[in-house]
């Protein structure tokens, strides 16, 4: 029997405002527990929430990006429900008139664009975050307030794989916007996962399970895997499945079950009575969406179009708006861009990587690195050099002309001198010139190894093996 998967994800984005949803309190990660607190994101009888407009416009802002319909009259709901971390014991959110829907975001599913409808977009507040320890629990109400975007997808993935392609699409989008560093580490991107399967060809949808408790794009998809093959024997061995809330143990890589549609919370919502309605000028929309940054897709293709750069080059630059951005103004100046997209994508990353730096932070300008690219593109330096002055040029700021020729690492390319050390190589490895012309052709490689170590890796190694082959077949 060959069946079917249908996944809908709903994800929480943290908004990076300066300050919270409805009160004034600082937006902040990392600091020390409940001090940014005041009586209102705290709870307190009698206080009122004042609606914080930036909330608004990133709303919009990632409405417009995932192609939403924004609504003109929008309103706040209380979601009641009695929990430690909610002082109130509601939440404000949006229920029936969320301030955008009906969007969609593509992903590329075998090479060609599918298209993943968006349900909603909804603003609310979070709650506070729960320390479980071992006979006790804290909760620091730092994160009470903190604004929220509910990102809710149409059941339109059909597989782990494109549930992971969807978010990492929503991911970079976000992030371009710069409305959300979208971190799951640190709990600014949360994902639920809606999964249900059927017999292929079937039109009418089976019964959902919800997974919850999802920390890396990683376990969203070992989760939704696990929960595939769960479902599927179920309903092979004639049982059914039970409508229910599912929480993944990266731990041991399974679905516990959490609650049942019984025990689903009725949250009783109604309209929030402490803050006005909410009318959304075309002008405020037409003004954000002036204000768009490019998108990830649009600019991978632009940059595989206006730099000659390959596909897979494109998408490594783009998955982080200011890389792309130091990419550009690198190869507007430089002699190669194909061979800056290379140099940024393998040296540097892997550079920056070690420094556990990223791009914003490097001291290096893109002018001054089209310095090192064209120095690698004429032939002055091989790749094997590259490396060193990049290091030389991160831990001195000096520049990459400088450095090779104050420590001599122009490459050697003076065909006498090359030849000498090949014919050297030749006289001292008899043997291995021997397996070369008895037909072993890829012995070479270890005389061109030879002339290398010879010339402290300074000779242009598809040079060194042009002439080896040339002194071999005389
Ligand atoms: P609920 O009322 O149970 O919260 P919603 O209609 O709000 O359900 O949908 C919640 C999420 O579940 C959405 O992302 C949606 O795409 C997804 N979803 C809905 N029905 C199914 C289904 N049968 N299988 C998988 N996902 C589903
Ligand atoms: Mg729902
Ligand atoms: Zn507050």
Partial sequence: MSWESVIGLEVHVQLNTDTKIFCSCKNEFGAEPNTNVCPVCLGFPGVLPVFNKRVLEYAIKVGLALNCKIASYTKFDRKNYFYPDLPKAYQISQYDMPICESGYLEIEVNGALKRIGIKRVHMEEDAGKLIHEKDYSLVDYNRTGVPLLEIVSEPDLRSPDEAYEYLTEL???????????????????????????????????????????????????????????????????????????????????????????????????????????????????????????????????????????????ANVIC????????????????????????????????????????????????????????????????????????????????????????????????????????????????KVVQDYRSGKKNAVMFLVGQVMKATRGKANPQKVRELLEGLLED
Avoid at 230 to 236: S, T, V, W
Wanted: aromatic share 6%; charged share 35%.
């Fill in 171 to 313: 991911k970079q989008i976000v992030r371009y916007l710069g409305v959300s560093d979208c971190d799951m580490e640190k709990g600014s991107l949360r994902c639920d996962a809606n999964i249900s399967v059927r017999k292929k060809g079937d039109t009418q949808f089976g019964t959902k399970t919800e997974i919850k408790n999802l920390n890396s794009f990683k376990g969203v998809r070992s989760a939704l895997e696990y929960e595939i093959r769960r479902q599927i024997k179920l309903l092979e061995a004639g049982e059914t499945v039970i409508q229910e809330t599912r929480l993944w143990s990266a731990e041991r890589q399974i679905t516990i079950p959490m609650r049942s549609k019984e025990e689903a919370h009725d949250y009783r919502y109604f309209p929030e009575p402490d803050l006005l309605p909410i009318e959304v000028s075309l002008d405020m929309i037409n003004n954000i969406r002036k204000e768009l940054p490019e998108m990830p897709r649009e600019r991978r293709h632009r940059l595989v179009k206006e730099y000659g750069i390959t596909d897979y080059d």
């Fill in 319 to 430: 998955l982080e708006r200011d890389f792309a951005d130091y990419f550009e103004s690198c190869a507007k100046v430089c002699k190669s861009p194909k061979r800056c997209a290379n140099l940024m994508i393998t040296i540097l990353s892997e550079k920056l990587n070690d420094l556990g730096i990223d791009i914003s932070q490097l001291k290096i300008s893109p002018n001054a690195l089209a310095e090192l690219v064209d120095l690698w593109e004429e032939g002055k330096i091989n790749n094997l050099v590259v490396k060193q002055v990049l290091e030389e040029m991160i831990n001195t700021g000096k520049s990459a002309k400088d450095i090779v020729e104050e420590k001599g690492l122009s490459q050697v390319s003076d065909e006498g001198e090359l030849e000498r050390f090949a014919k050297e190589a030749i006289e001292k490895n008899p």
